[in-house]
């Protein structure tokens, strides 16, 4: 016999079950391409980025208005010690 004649028969689907079934890869493909062009497209992640931080600040400033202005007092703080730190190197140089 041959292995066609013994391989049991396929379960049967109603084509109500195929369509849903290709709905379903439809839209897995379509969410993988989005995932895709999201991940190689840097304006829009950048974009992304700004957004996700700025609501974080906006978020800090409505529930703990004093750390949001130590945090940035802090981070002008280590820009200036960098900028200063910078000027001095390259004096040093000359």
Do not use: C, W, Y
């Not at 379960?11 to 709905?23: C, F, K, V």
């Amino acid at each position: 016999m041959s292995e066609a004649a013994t391989a049991p028969e396929p379960p049967r689907r109603s084509q109500a079950e195929l369509q849903a079934d290709i709905e379903k890869t439809r839209a897995d493909l379509k969410a993988t391409l989005d995932a895709i062009e999201f991940k190689l497209n840097l304006p829009k992640q950048a974009r992304h980025a700004a957004h996700r931080l700025k609501t974080r600040v906006n978020t800090l400033r409505a529930e703990n208005p004093g750390a949001l202005v130590a945090g940035v007092a802090g981070a002008a703080a280590l820009v200036a010690g960098v900028a200063v730190l910078g000027f001095r190197f390259a004096a040093s140089r000359k």
